[in-house]
């Protein structure tokens, strides 16, 4: 990767990840292609174009992984719950994409087993029957009866490329997980895959885009506004600023499209936001007791929930609050409320309290509008690509509504196909096989013979990076070998990476996207003087700025959790 090859004694102001992707952003000038948003969607895009030689620039005012693509489930799922309202061309695509990423990504995306406890043979089996004709929005109970016939059905369209093994049901109670409550019927076991390190896959998408020998530059943390035929863009942390004229401009802003769209000079309504929240829990016997497995299981009312384990931490979710403002980032006491209720009551000899939360993400997926509305969870989860001409003078904008993680890849290959068109430009480089960069062999014994650092750290580094923990590795020597304070798994050196090679500028961009520091027992205080000291000798922002941030960060229930949510009832 070309972004992670300069000698890592050079200053990020003249050779680090910023500092390159300005030069590049000042040669480009007139790139074919603008992405705005650098979202999982945004981000795959680019990766196709970039392949395909075609370039590129794409910037977010915000950082990358943000917005709804930083606060997921962390699954790669076919969409099983989707059969019920008639979505088969996305779950066979989801189910698809799911295996390729498994194959294609596996030190990132792991085979995931979901374990769904049932207190119903029959009931609810009306109601969906119901759903699937179109003659109603209402979910109802999840029946056994009704789950095993979807499971053939999403099981068939897994079977094609890279298949998960056939579900599993189990109707004797002594063979049931333990603690399971007393009116569990049956419980059916499947499988789907786990993102461990979603922000991960798109730095390295990013970093795969940057190593092609065509134009490209990214950059997060840029102000933009139109100026007739042409975009100004500029830096927020510097002087710097562009006039761009691409040839097609792709609007994957997420919950903020149709906002983008109306400073693009356009007026569209393609989204309905629907805000979900996850809750990341600290409870060694809840832990212990899902033993690698996920539950999907009735809140009591009908409406599923997931629950999974993530590192040492159990993440629970989603709720889905329908909102039209795609700045709200507040979790509220009804929501925490919710989800503690519903997994207080998955295992009946287990509590789960608020204070065991140490953490909470939340996003707004950006689902698409439609005219017969209905309930957030009935609302459809497809994307479309949409095209839109503001101006006889200014470049087509094509907006990317909706989609899921799971089939970011599909829906980056079918935007760059129209590009590509608009271009009168062919396809040369299908990424439907290809290998992601941290998929390659890397052994721990390997990696300390090449750069001396300590066996437990090379694995470390290899579970955390897969093969890129050799661009990694040598942060994490001598000095860099040494552990934050109150963070022992997380070193010194990896801090630097990610502001010199992946763009961390913030606090929080360190926090949410490009560490786990938020999980685990919880973030400490003590450990956010560190990263601003590491940020300040980094980039030399103001010492002002970064100590505002460490306020922002202590007060923010988002990173801190129960710790503050006490004191403020919601966040």
């Given amino acids: 990767m070309t972004t992670e090859t300069h000698p890592i004694t050079d200053p990020l102001r003249n050779h680090g990840f ?3 992707n ?60 989707y059969l019920e309202g008639r979505e088969f061309r996305l779950v066979a695509e989801s189910a698809r994409e799911r295996n390729r990423l498994i194959a294609n990504a596996g030190h990132i995306v792991k085979p995931l087993k979901i374990t769904v406890p049932l207190s119903h043979w029959l009931t609810g089996l009306a109601r969906a029957g119901f759903r699937f004709l179109g003659l109603s929005k209402r979910s109802g109970p999840l029946s056994l009866v009704a789950l095993e016939g979807a499971l ?44 461990t390190q979603p922000e991960g896959l798109i730095f390295e998408m990013l ?21 007739q035929d042409h975009l100004v863009v500029q830096d927020l942390f510097g002087p710097e600023q562009f006039a761009l004229r691409p040839k097609v ?31 990341v829990l600290d409870n060694a016997d809840l832990h212990r007791r899902m033993d690698g497995n996920a539950y999907y299981f009735d809140d009591g009312t009908g409406r599923m929930v997931i629950t999974l384990p993530v590192g040492d931490n159990v993440l629970v979710g989603t709720t889905e609050v329908e909102t039209k403002n795609p700045d709200d980032h507040a979790v509220s006491g009804d929501e925490m409320t919710y989800l503690l209720k519903a997994m207080d009551g998955l295992f009946s000899d287990i509590d789960v309290r608020h204070d065991q939360i140490v953490s909470m ?21 497809d994307h479309a690509l949409e095209e839109d001409r503001f101006s006889a003078t200014f470049p087509p904008v094509l907006s990317l509504v909706g989609g899921k993680w799971t089939t970011f890849r599909a829906f980056g290959e079918e935007t760059a196909d129209s590009v590509l068109a608009h271009l009168g430009r062919k396809r040369t480089v299908s990424t439907a096989a290809r290998a992601y960069p941290g998929a390659a062999p890397c052994e721990a014994q390997a990696l300390v013979r090449e750069t001396e650092i300590a066996p437990d750290l090379a694995q470390r580094l290899i579970d955390r990076y897969g093969a890129l923990a050799r661009n ?38 360190l926090i949410l996207r490009r560490t786990r520091l938020s999980f685990g027992h919880g973030l400490s205080p003590d450990t956010l003087p560190e990263l601003v000291a590491l940020l300040a000798e ?30 403020e009832g919601a966040a």
């Fill in 538 to 567: 980094e980039t030399e922002r103001e010492s002002d700025q970064l100590s505002a941030e460490i306020d922002a960060v202590i007060t923010d229930p988002r990173l801190m959790g129960a710790r503050i949510i006490k004191e």
């Fill in 249 to 279: 401009i792709v609007n994957a802003t997420g919950a903020w499209i149709d906002r983008t769209n109306a400073e693009l000079g356009g007026h569209t309504h393609y989204l309905r936001g629907i805000k979900g929240a996850h809750l």
């Fill in 18 to 20: 910023r500092a390159r």
């Fill in 472 to 509: 990694v590795a040598p942060y994490c020597t001598e000095d860099g070998a040494q552990a934050l304070r109150d963070a022992p798994d997380l070193c010194r050196g990896e801090i630097r990476y990610a502001i010199r090679e992946r763009g961390a500028l913030t606090l929080e961009d």
């Fill in 361 to 381: 993400t939340t996003g707004i997926r950006p689902l698409r509008r439609s005219e017969g509305g209905g309930s957030a969870t009935s609302a459809a989860r």
């Fill in 207 to 227: 970093g795969e885009a940057l190593a092609q020998d065509c134009d490209v530059a990214v950059l997060n943390h840029m102000r933009w506004h139109r100026e």
């Fill in 152 to 195: 053939r059905i999403y099981e068939a369209f897994g079977r094609r490329e890279h298949p998960l093994p056939d579900h599993e049901t189990l109707l004797k109670r002594d063979r049931f997980p333990h603690g399971l409550p007393a009116p569990t019927k049956a419980v059916v076991s499947y499988y789907d895959g786990q993102i």
């Fill in 22 to 81: 300005l030069r590049a952003l000042k040669a480009i000038e007139e790139p074919e292609v603008l992405i705005l948003g650098g979202g999982v969607n945004g981000v795959a895009t680019l990766r196709e174009l970039s392949l395909n030689g075609v370039s590129c620039v794409l910037i977010d005012t915000g950082d990358f992984c943000a917005g709804a693509s930083g606060a997921s489930s962390r699954m790669a799922h076919g969409g099983l719950r």
